[in-house]
């Protein structure tokens, strides 16, 4: 396993549809994040997992948002009834959490544009 | 709240020179670290550093080399004999007892 892996690299969809992201992390690693990054700004954190528990999820930007790992590998994150807002680059982390503070690995991302 | 600032948008300098990236935080956590990603045009974050609260001491690590100073809250990056490779968007990001917070970032551009 060579490092995090998106799924698909670049999305296009219209306002109102719903699009589904996946993430594959580095296969070691327990714990799985998501971010969303706009243009001209640093990565926005959404949510976290460990093992397929989700440990934070009020930073989701609203109900429209969700994620999932059922089996504590590979996750994904939904938006329902996107809007033009939401275009963006959805990236996905993983780490090894037996230390507090382990350093995260980034995936490729998901570029998303609304239209 | 946690918060990092990263007050230079885009710095733009010549081949070999050294640049400085600066880097202030705030927190409320006692125990915390601070990390240093790199962001080149591909797109993919590159994870450069990681630093925990309790160690102050300064980095080297090549080319790079980091200087936190708990007293001024800062975590500066400095790379000496910049190269065209440098050319990136750099990130600091804080973590504590809430999520990893990046700044938002200082663009380099090392001209030929």
């Known amino acids: 396993d060579t490092g995090v892996s998106q799924n698909p690299r670049h999305k296009i969809t219209k306002r109102g549809q719903n699009v589904t992201f996946r993430c594959d992390p580095i296969?070691?690693?327990?714990?799985l994040y998501w971010y969303r990054q706009t243009l001209g700004q640093g990565p926005e954190f959404l949510t976290y997992?460990?093992?397929?528990?989700?440990?934070?999820k009020s930073r989701l930007l609203s109900d429209r948002f969700s994620a999932e790992r059922p089996k504590g590998s590979f996750s994904t994150l939904e938006i329902q009834r996107t809007e033009q807002g939401d275009s963006a680059m959805y990236l996905c982390?993983?780490?090894?959490?037996?230390?507090?503070?382990?350093?995260?690995?980034f995936g490729p991302g998901t570029r998303l544009t609304v239209t | 709240a946690q918060k990092v600032t990263q007050a230079q948008t885009e710095i733009s300098v010549v081949e070999k020179e050294d640049v400085t990236l600066d880097c202030v935080y705030e927190?409320?956590?006692?125990?915390?670290?601070l990390f240093w990603y790199k962001q080149p045009p591909s797109g993919e974050l590159v994870f450069l550093i990681r630093?925990?609260?309790?160690?102050?001491q300064n980095e080297i690590s090549g080319r790079y080399s980091w200087n936190f100073q708990k007293s001024t809250s800062s975590f500066n990056f400095t790379i000496t004999a910049s190269q065209v490779v440098d050319s990136a968007v750099y990130f600091c990001?804080?973590?504590?007892?809430?999520?990893?917070?990046f700044g938002k970032g200082t663009r380099l551009s090392v001209i030929a």
């Open positions: 982390a993983s780490s090894l959490a037996i230390l507090a503070g382990h350093e995260q690995y």
């Open positions: 296969s070691e690693h327990n714990r």
């Open positions: 997992f460990q093992n397929e528990a989700q440990l934070e």
């Open positions: 927190t409320r956590d006692t125990t915390y670290y």
């Open positions: 630093r925990n609260s309790f160690d102050e």
């Open positions: 990001g804080h973590s504590g007892n809430t999520p990893l917070v």
